[in-house]
């Protein structure tokens, strides 16, 4: 044997003993490779069902989509053993729910899946079909947030039945029809879903997996989403007499000065705050909606009102109060002619991080770890936006971003990475089958 033979023998043992030494997929049980491998196999057919629900249209307001895409999950559920039911949500203006239960063994952890069949696409927006970008790239409207997530969670499931471990598992799945637009009263709207939460000792939130520079993150938290909405009014009149003791500075510099104090004043850790619209002059008004605005004015009159409406986003429900209360105070303050107010509307609260979502966390790196893959580092909530498994929050400690990964979220041209289909739903089968194996 020459010196090259020699020199080749030697690397070949030596990538062999590496290659030994990784736990990689060596570490999962039968059934587990069972599962990962009937993930595989159906891969096509995740991606069909996936280009299926996407060409069907499910704007949050659009009653008859959302319904449409509600009715493709109960095929997709039931033949799972599931019992599905549809819950209707005309009092808040929705179409409804899917709320579907599997009944276990009894002795494992409670599990509550969390997806929606909405997307921020409505009706009549052009941006409305599937399309194959490349081998592993797909585009539509919601095929990322939260269509994906919808197939990996009936990916996951399909290969638990075909690994014989869903049989035994306590599971509940609530699609929500209005996650990007919740309807009004919020306490009818997530009624269903925070009395699962109750019934629950673990949620999953199968909305996107956040991957940074081919990293994959897990999310234990996430932040609220609530929206505020100030109206300033003034005394119009001829604008040379502005900045009067009789004409004061009018409603447009009144609320100006607010908003330059939120600016100033608000800034704290994990807190955002953002002004998205705002009119003012003679006349102005807000739409139904309260996402159109319309004013109306001249250079030479003194503005009587002024109306802006922007958003805040807190870590905490305790962050929220009190922030609230600083942009109380703030528009109490005087401003010379003017009268301001301040109203708050009810939105998503906070998924604060707790040592119960650590664990979890910890027990996915152990999944990833046994399959070979990376630790998953847990995500900075910054980087995600509200969902729905924060009104569960508070009863039951969650995961979030087991959906698929994608770009472009709520925007025309979103596209989703079709391999993460299959990394995802075997994590998830996998996690699931340990967790059904705890007791309670």
Do not use: C
Request: net charge neutral; hydrophobic share 45%; no cysteine.
């Amino acid at each position: 044997m020459d010196g090259y033979e020699l020199e080749m023998k030697q690397l070949a043992i030596a990538l062999f003993l590496a290659t030994s030494a990784l736990p990689a997929a060596a570490a999962l049980t039968a059934p587990e490779r069972k599962m990962a491998a009937t993930v595989d196999a159906e891969y096509d057919r995740s991606v069909a069902l996936l280009e299926k629900l996407t060409n069907q249209n499910s704007g949050s307001l659009n009653i008859e989509g959302v319904t449409k895409v509600g009715q493709m999950m109960r095929a997709e559920l039931e033949p799972l053993g599931f019992n599905v039911k549809w819950v209707p949500m005309a009092e808040a203006k929705r179409a409804g729910h899917i709320v579907a239960t599997h009944k276990g063994n009894g002795r494992g952890k409670r599990m509550l899946l969390i997806g929606h069949l909405d997307t921020v696409f409505e009706a009549d927006s052009p941006f409305q079909r599937f399309r194959r970008v490349d081998a592993n790239t797909a585009e539509g409207p919601g095929i990322d947030d939260d269509k994906g997530g919808m197939v990996v969670i009936v990916a996951a499931l399909r290969a638990m039945q075909a690994a014989g471990t869903l049989k035994d598992a306590d599971i509940e799945v609530v699609l929500t029809g209005d996650e990007e637009d919740v309807g009004d009263p919020v306490e009818i709207a997530r009624r269903d879903l925070i009395a699962a939460g109750k019934r629950a000792d673990v949620a999953l939130d199968f909305e996107g997996l956040v991957v940074i520079d081919g990293q994959d993150w897990g999310s234990i938290a996430r932040r609220s989403s609530s929206s505020w909405t100030l109206k300033v009014t003034a005394k119009g009149g001829h604008s040379s007499g502005i900045f009067s003791e009789n004409a004061g500075d009018g409603a447009i510099y009144a609320a100006s000065q607010i908003i330059a104090a939120f600016r100033k004043e608000l800034p704290e850790q994990n807190l955002t705050y953002n002004v998205g619209l705002i009119a003012g002059g003679e006349r102005a008004e807000l739409d139904k909606d309260q996402i159109r605005a319309t004013a109306a004015g001249k250079t030479n009159i003194i503005p009587a009102i002024a109306i802006a409406r922007g958003d805040m986003r807190t870590l905490a429900d305790e962050q929220t109060i009190r922030v609230q209360e600083k942009m109380k105070a703030i528009v109490a303050r005087s401003f010379p002619g003017a009268k301001a107010e301040i109203v708050f509307d009810q939105g998503y609260p906070a998924m604060a991080p707790t040592e119960g979502a650590k664990a979890l966390l910890a027990k996915l790196n152990v999944v990833n770890r046994d399959m070979g893959l990376k630790e998953m580092p847990a995500l900075d909530p910054l980087r995600r936006g509200a969902g729905d498994i924060a009104f569960v929050a508070k009863d039951v400690d969650g995961l979030v971003g087991l959906g698929t990964s994608g770009n472009g979220s709520h925007a025309v041209g979103e596209t989703v990475d079709l391999d993460s289909i299959k990394r995802q739903a075997k994590r998830a089968a996998i996690l699931m089958t340990r967790l059904s194996r705890e007791k309670r």
